[in-house]
């Protein structure tokens, strides 16, 4: 099995298996110099880690990373900076419950990757998933912690706008009470209506979707390439390859087709120093493939968890009829721990482009910045 590695020059391969005995990632093009330690890794781990509420799975992993190589102690400061070689980072799984899917060892379920897998491979783990677990996101997590190293100045922040059917008011949105409830959520009274619907779907057995928003603040203009290096379409890629996601939209995104043309033009004077000052921001930061200066905003889908305590129609190896009920601790919404794995993408890609552009064009940001 290829392609378990994203990035051009800030390069991530992650590796392991939900039910392994670790699961890890390797760090390949960080400059070195940078100041890194496992606890700033970890701080990242414990906003994604399972088992923190009773909306996410209840698997109880500590999450704790260890740092194998690509580091070394600093003479002046006795704190760790990265060599400059590859950087390879290691989570031990101490919570696996593999009987837990010991049923479904030669059922397909329905909306998971078995068939799939089984019809390219000839084989699946069917503990968990496998490499096709979201148990592997752990790892693109730890990486957007050393992304986040090299890029100055940059915030990067997420949070959930709806689960389900229900929607945020975006007019009370507050990045400050993010952190402060169970599912990332910048507004706190539809936070307490999530609770209560949330409550139910998972008494039920059942599972609901929900979508994401992270955005980059503080991004320098210029990052992004025509024709095939575009930094949104590196950006759809990387929301893409997370676990159960199903639409990415860049700014305005599909609400774009409704708008009339000078609607969706963003709009521009010049400020007091000549530089552009942008009246809005529907192209979400990127046109023409190039940041704009302005914040990145990125959203994605998440589909409902396909693990069920209901029963859903699926078929065996044998091509046998059966109706399936997956066992074991599974999120009744598995898009609230993908918030901090957004973040880490939209880290790790535009890190690989900050290197990028500056090795194309010998500066860190473009003259007019």
Same mark, same amino acid.
């Given at each position: 099995m290829s392609?378990? /590695?994203?990035?051009?020059?800030? @390069?991530?391969?992650?590796?392991?298996?939900?039910?392994?005995?670790?699961?890890?990632?390797?760090?390949?093009?960080?400059?070195?110099?940078?100041?890194?330690? !496992?606890?700033?890794?970890?701080?990242?781990?414990? @906003? @994604?880690?399972?088992g923190q509420s009773r909306y996410t799975t209840q698997r109880r992993?500590?999450?704790?990373? @260890?740092?194998?190589?690509?580091?070394?102690?600093?003479?002046?400061?006795?704190? #760790?900076?990265? /060599?400059?070689?590859?950087? %390879?980072?290691?989570?031990?799984?101490?919570?696996?419950?593999? &009987?837990d899917y010991s049923e479904i060892r030669d059922r397909y379920r329905p909306g998971h990757a078995d068939y799939t897998y089984d019809a390219k491979y000839g084989l699946r783990d069917y503990r968990?998933?496998?490499?096709?677990s979201a148990r592997e996101t752990a790892m693109r997590v730890a990486a957007g912690a050393i992304a986040r190293k090299l890029l100055p100045g940059v915030s990067i922040r997420g949070a959930l706008v709806s689960i389900g059917e229900i929607d945020i008011d975006r007019a009370a949105w507050d990045w400050?009470?993010?952190? &402060?409830?169970?599912?990332?959520c910048p507004d706190p009274q539809t936070a307490e209506r999530w609770a209560t619907y949330l409550d139910g779907i998972r008494k039920a057995g059942s599972?609901?979707? !929900?979508?994401?928003?992270?955005? +980059?603040?503080?991004?320098?203009?210029?990052?992004? %390439?025509?024709?095939?290096? &575009?930094?949104?379409?590196?950006?759809? !890629? +990387?929301m893409m390859s997370i676990n159960?996601?199903?639409?990415?939209?860049?700014? %305005?995104?599909?609400? %774009? +087709?409704?708008?009339?043309?000078?609607?969706? !033009?963003d709009a521009m004077r010049a400020g007091p120093d000549g530089r552009p000052v942008f009246l809005s921001n529907r192209a979400g930061g990127i046109l023409g493939g190039i940041s704009t200066g302005q914040p990145i905003v990125v959203r994605f889908a998440v589909k409902p968890t396909s693990s069920l305590l209901v029963p859903v129609q699926g078929i065996t190896r044998r091509g046998e009829n059966v109706d399936i009920v997956t066992k074991g601790r599974h999120d009744p919404c598995v898009g609230i721990r993908a918030v901090p794995v957004g973040e880490a993408m939209l880290a790790i890609v535009l890190a690989d482009?900050? #290197?990028?552009?500056? +090795?194309?064009?010998?500066s860190e940001s473009t003259s007019r910045t």
């Open positions: 392609h378990n /590695t994203f990035g051009h020059l800030f @390069r991530v391969t992650t590796w392991g298996e939900s039910h392994g005995p670790a699961i890890g990632c390797v760090v390949d093009g960080c400059p070195p110099g940078l100041p890194i330690s !496992a606890a700033e890794i970890q701080a990242e781990l414990d @906003r @994604r880690r399972p992993e500590p999450d704790e990373v @260890r740092i194998l190589s690509g580091v070394f102690e600093d003479d002046e400061t006795g704190g #760790l900076v990265t /060599t400059g070689t590859p950087i %390879a980072l290691q989570i031990d799984n101490v919570d696996q419950r593999s &009987k968990g998933g496998g490499r096709s400050d009470v993010v952190e &402060k409830n169970p599912f990332f599972s609901v979707g !929900a979508v994401v928003e992270v955005v +980059a603040e503080g991004v320098p203009v210029g990052l992004g %390439a025509p024709v095939y290096g &575009k930094l949104d379409q590196d950006l759809a !890629a +990387a159960a996601v199903k639409g990415v939209e860049i700014g %305005a995104g599909f609400e %774009a +087709a409704r708008l009339r043309g000078e609607e969706n !033009a482009h900050y #290197l990028r552009h500056r +090795a194309q064009t010998g």
